[in-house]
T-cell receptor
Framework: NAGVMQNPRHLVRRRGQEARLRCSPMKGHSHVYWYRQLPEEGLKFMVYLQKENIIDESGMPKERFSAEFPKEGPSILRIQQVVRGDSAAYFC????????????FGQGTRLTVV | QQQVKQSPQSLIVQKGGISIINCAYENTAFDYFPWYQQFPGKGPALLIAIRPDVSEKKEGRFTISFNKSAKQFSLHIMDSQPGDSATYFCAASANSGGSNYKLTFGKGTLLTVNP
């Protein structure tokens, strides 16, 4: 049973471009959570999704950021018109139901904006 | 405003020694306190967690001590091993409304255990 898969592992984007980060949850997991880790900071919650539904997006920046978890395929975190301050590690986690000890993080996507 | 303060930022311990990492929180609604271990290039992995109805929880060499009145909790790693070298994060969340997924993390402690 593969763990939470994130790709790409590393992503470099120029300012103004779009970044698309993918997260495939563990088999049997239908809940996905995205966190962001800025340099020398702890992880910060961004958004919680279930299949085809956004449950809580209270941690998402108001502009340029969006997330989806379609019926088929991975969850996508999309950042439009990236700026240098978006450079961070983005982690997703998945769980079979609500958050519990069965929630596992992926290896993260390191986004660098140049 | 940082709601979970973690110290020290880095820690060097000799093999066999005790590693102690401390965290303090502000939000009295927090009722779940996990510790995560993160190796370079990997995602955080749950190590051990505690709820405020107990003052201590032990799992193998890892112990959480919790002081509700002081709003502090700490991780103790007994008989520290070089393989324990990693970054450790404390976190907290409030289960009110089922939002325990909204963890607030400390900034992390880089632990190095020398052989």
């Amino acid at each position: 049973n593969a763990g939470v898969m994130q790709n790409p592992r590393h992503l470099v984007r120029r300012r103004g471009q779009e970044a698309r980060l993918r997260c495939s949850p563990m088999k049997g997991h239908s809940h996905v959570y995205w966190y962001r880790q800025l340099p020398e900071e702890g992880l910060k919650f961004m958004v919680y999704l279930q299949k085809e539904n956004i449950i809580d997006e209270s941690g998402m920046p108001k502009e340029r950021f969006s997330a989806e978890f379609p019926k088929e395929g991975p969850s996508i975190l999309r950042i439009q018109q990236v700026v240098r301050g978006d450079s961070a590690a983005y982690f997703c986690a998945s769980s079979p139901q609500g958050w519990s000890t069965e929630a596992f993080f992926g290896q993260g996507t390191r986004l660098t904006v140049v | 405003q940082q709601q979970v303060k973690q110290s020290p930022q880095s820690l060097i311990v000799q093999k066999g020694g005790i590693s102690i990492i401390n965290c303090a929180y502000e939000n009295t609604a927090f009722d779940y306190f996990p510790w995560y271990q993160q190796f370079p290039g990997k995602g955080p992995a749950l190590l051990i967690a505690i709820r405020p109805d107990v003052s201590e929880k032990k799992e193998g060499r890892f112990t959480i001590s919790f002081n509700k009145s002081a709003k502090q909790f700490s991780l103790h790693i007994m008989d520290s091993q070089p393989g324990d070298s990693a970054t450790y994060f404390c976190a907290a969340s409030a289960n009110s409304g089922g939002s325990n997924y909204k963890l607030t993390f400390g900034k992390g402690t880089l632990l190095t255990v020398n052989p």
